[in-house]
């Protein structure tokens, strides 16, 4: 005799079975918070529906760019720079090049993007300096000046070998300080080799020119980027702890820094407060006193990426906090990160202990689920990579995405202003990462 269930049945089990996945995940779900309904200005918002999860009484999520291919063993996408005029300039690693995006109808909306130089080594970040663009790369340290045809074709080679880009982690952010002196992170001299043998990542500075190389801090593994606090001055930056090959050990916390210059940081035998690495000799132990703690982590193989302060009022309780891109685990069965987060700043310039998933966010919804649960439900990131952030003059967030788009985090326009665009497109199984 066949049975039939009753869809209110149905119903009722779900709301039971999503309760107690909520209750299980209760101590990976950030605390709640609710921000106030924004009204900002702004064109029409181009919402699409498979944009992550967010808070749509305040945010607009939009995408600037979608060029998904199918993946290689090179990133698509990586490090974004936004030029005075509002240009944002796109790093395309695996093509070589770097691609210009622009307003020029003035509609507030970025045009089809154009290739502004190519025959690049894996260029990984830029930045825009005195209208020249600064580009750190697997091939070196360049700076690209723009020629008669708008292109960038005047290559210089400032540092031809920056360390560990050929053996180690490719090269992080590259930025110019506000001492006017060029900065870039370089990452460990190996991935996956033994620890306790590699040659730890750095963050480094140059003049302009290339020359006058200064080791600003060590004991780094994988450092992405890095950023001056907007009052303080004080320079901070990310780093990734080790992972564990071949296992699903999700292993030492993610760091935020504040960087001392001339410190050591502790990779590869030291991590989180001083404390010894299991797997490095014993003899180092004693080491492990004199290196600088973090002032703030991430849950292990996070990955954070791109960071910047905000220093707006289009979203004012994010006014002062750290953004970052979270850029996801390696070997993880439950995944970690695969999002956008604020990290909270004191007036003191300190990190308060506050902490707020951006995308994917819980906000105003019937229950909350952990940042795991979105990634395997397919509402965040995950399984792409976010990599990068920037900051315009409006205090809009764009977003790259290691596969191959940009999205636009803005202030929710006047409510009646929005326009449902394009479904979401089929993930193939080649698009995978």
């Known amino acids: 005799m066949r049975r039939v269930i009753s869809v209110g049945v149905l119903v009722g089990l779900w709301w039971i079975w ?4 909520c209750t299980d995940h209760a101590a990976s779900v950030p605390p709640r ?22 808070n749509t009484l305040t945010t607009c999520v939009e995408v600037m760019l979608d060029d998904v291919t199918v993946p290689n063993a090179v990133p698509s996408l990586m490090g974004l720079a936004l030029g005075p005029d509002g240009t944002l300039y796109l790093a395309r690693t695996a093509q070589g090049a ?10 507030q909306f970025l045009d089809a993007p154009t290739v502004i130089a190519e025959g690049l080594t894996y260029p990984t970040s830029l930045t825009v300096h005195r209208g020249a663009l600064y580009v750190a790369s697997v ?13 960038f074709d005047a290559v210089t080679v400032l540092v031809p070998d920056l360390p560990g880009a050929r053996d180690g982690f490719w090269p992080g952010s590259v930025q110019v300080g506000p001492d006017g002196r060029l900065y870039v992170s370089v990452g460990a001299g190996c991935v996956w080799c033994d620890a306790t043998d590699a040659r730890p990542g750095m963050l480094l500075s140059y003049a302009l020119d290339g020359s006058d ?13 890095f950023a001056w606090h907007p009052r303080t001055g004080e320079l901070w930056i990310v780093d990734s702890g080790r992972v564990v090959p071949g296992t699903r050990v999700g292993g030492p916390p993610d760091e935020l820094n504040r960087l001392v210059r001339g410190a050591d940081y502790g990779f590869p035998h030291c991590i989180g407060d001083r404390q010894p690495d299991p797997i490095a000799p014993p003899e180092t132990e004693n080491g492990c006193a004199a290196t600088e703690p973090p002032a703030f982590t991430f849950a292990p193989q996070s990955s954070p990426g791109g960071i910047a302060f ?3 009022d289009g979203f004012p309780f994010w006014t002062g906090d750290l953004i970052v891109a979270l850029r996801g685990s390696l070997t993880l069965a439950e995944p970690a990160g695969y999002a956008l987060a604020a990290v909270g700043f004191g007036e003191d310039g300190q990190p308060d202990g506050n902490y707020a998933l951006i995308a994917p966010a819980s906000e105003h919804r019937l229950f909350q689920r952990a940042l795991a649960a979105f990634s395997l439900a397919r509402q965040g990131f995950y399984p792409y990579h976010p990599v990068d952030v920037v900051i315009s003059a409006e205090g809009w967030l764009y977003v790259s995405v290691q596969e191959g788009r940009v999205f636009r985090f803005r202030p929710r326009p ?10 979401a497109p089929p993930v193939m199984s080649s698009e995978q990462p």
Not at 33 to 53: F, M, S
């Open 33 to 54: 918070t609710i921000y106030p309904r924004l009204k900002a200005e702004g064109p029409p918002c181009q919402r699409v529906d498979w944009v992550p999860w967010h």
């Open 414 to 423: 006047a409510a009646g202003s929005v326009e449902t665009l394009t479904p």
């Open 213 to 225: 190389k200064r080791i600003e801090a060590t004991g780094l593994r994988d450092p992405w980027d």
């Open 310 to 312: 905000y220093e707006h």
């Open 139 to 151: 091939g070196g340290l360049l700076r690209l000046d723009a020629t008669d045809n708008g292109r």
């Open 18 to 21: 999503t309760l107690a996945g």
């Open 98 to 107: 770097i691609w210009a995006m622009r307003d020029a109808d003035g509609d």
